[in-house]
């Protein structure tokens, strides 16, 4: 394992019981970030790519397998541990955005601070910032019905960031946009990962915004079948560099 290696993923399967049957969505898979790191993780309705993002952000257990972030085993965790470490180290990007219609921008964006018990005038003042850091400074008393797609992802991304998490895991955010959107939505994501020394993992099915990581990991049917890792550049899409595929497929 590298020193900077922010997730290891070992040997990690995913089961779901449906009646007799027994559906294996993800097949031992290994895989590690850096901290820092852009993972794209690609594939196709059905490749595991989902609960992928799942299992590492703690919302489900494992089957099988190991997966430990900074040095904590996620498998080992109670439930209470694992909501401490979803509000203290992780930030969530929706395909949906995930607003709260009848708040504005500014309380949509606070509003995972209340959780923390953080004081009003604290919370006010951060989602504030992160607003401005998104470009919706003059959006704040907005409601959701009032922005546009674009604008109420960014305000997605603001509320992913409010309370400053070291990973941000982003599920298909640019699936309900269109391809220029879906460019300058994607931009100001890299910009900030890159700005704020964040690691993202986000899993999509463009294979476009994909190419958005310093690594791609492509999934097919549970098991990682290929990676390319790219050329890190934060303002222009990622030149393939490297391609790790010898052994995968027969790992």
């Known amino acids: 394992m590298q020193e900077n290696t922010l997730i290891d993923v070992r040997n990690v399967k995913k089961v779901y019981h449906v009646g007799t049957v027994d559906v294996h969505a993800l097949r031992g898979v290994d895989l590690q970030v850096a901290s820092g790191d852009i993972c794209s ?17 703690g919302l489900e ?40 219609p009848y708040y504005t921008a500014l309380e949509n964006v606070a509003l995972p601070l209340s959780f923390s018990g953080v004081p009003l ?14 470009g919706l400074s003059t959006h704040m008393k907005h409601k959701p019905s009032e922005l546009s797609g674009g604008q109420q992802q960014r305000v997605g991304i603001a509320r992913a960031l409010v309370t400053n998490p070291s990973i941000v895991f982003a599920d298909e955010p640019t699936g309900n946009l269109d391809s220029n959107t879906s460019d300058e939505v994607m931009q100001v994501i890299i910009n900030i990962m890159r700005e704020q020394k964040k690691t993202l993992v986000m899993v999509t099915h463009d294979p476009h915004i994909a190419e958005y990581g310093d690594k791609v990991v492509h999934l097919l049917d549970g098991r990682i079948t290929d990676i390319t890792i790219n050329a890190k550049d934060s303002t222009t899409l990622n030149e393939p560099r490297v391609r790790e595929t010898e052994g995968i497929l027969n790992a």
């Open 41 to 57: 993780i690609i594939g196709r309705s059905g490749s595991g790519k989902s609960t992928m993002l799942n299992v590492l952000a």
């Open 121 to 134: 005038a604290q919370r006010t003042k951060r989602a504030k910032q992160m607003l401005d850091v998104v």
């Open 61 to 100: 257990q494992v089957s099988g397998g190991e997966i430990v972030i900074a040095g904590k085993h996620l498998e080992r965790m109670t439930q209470g541990e694992l909501i401490l470490f979803r509000q203290k180290r992780v930030g969530f990007i929706f395909q949906s955005f995930n607003l709260m």
